[in-house]
């Protein structure tokens, strides 16, 4: 499981990094400044999180259990679910999505409860 989230967060920084410079790049002219500050902000919460599961790589063999496993899942379902949806309505305008967004969101609070929770209750390195 340690390398499957290496490997989910470092393709997800990766994709964030090419998303960024997407934005910077190859939208200015396309869409409108509302809808460009929408797919950055897209970009900037996968870059975090992607990082979130490079460190849930690394967590899951310190603090052993379920729920890091669990916050890495979150994580990555947090980055399709929250910055999915706003990549989608940057490009569509569909204000329907608006409605996945905080499921994305919701994930991500998950996600850091929960690694908050297996770093608190281990006795690892104490």
């Known amino acids: 499981m340690?390398?499957?989230f290496v490997i989910w967060g470092a393709l997800a920084g990766f994709l964030g990094v090419a998303?960024?410079?997407?934005?910077?790049?190859?939208l200015r002219d396309r869409i409108s400044p509302?809808?460009?500050e929408v797919f950055r902000t897209g970009a900037h919460y996968?870059?975090?999180h992607?990082?979130?599961?490079?460190a849930c790589g690394w967590a899951v063999e310190r603090f052993p259990g379920r729920a890091v496993r669990f916050a890495g899942i979150a994580f990555a379902a947090g980055i399709v679910l929250?910055?999915?949806?706003?990549y989608?309505?940057?490009f569509t305008g569909l204000r329907g999505l608006g409605a996945i967004t905080p499921l994305g969101g919701l994930a991500f609070l998950a996600g850091w409860g929960s690694l908050v929770g297996a770093a608190a209750g281990s006795r690892a390195g104490t």
């Open 34 to 36: 509302d809808m460009l």
């Open 19 to 26: 998303a960024g410079a997407f934005a910077a790049h190859g």
């Open 46 to 48: 996968q870059m975090i």
């Open 2 to 4: 340690a390398r499957r």
């Open 88 to 90: 989608v309505l940057a």
């Open 82 to 86: 929250f910055s999915g949806s706003l």
């Open 50 to 54: 992607a990082l979130a599961l490079v």
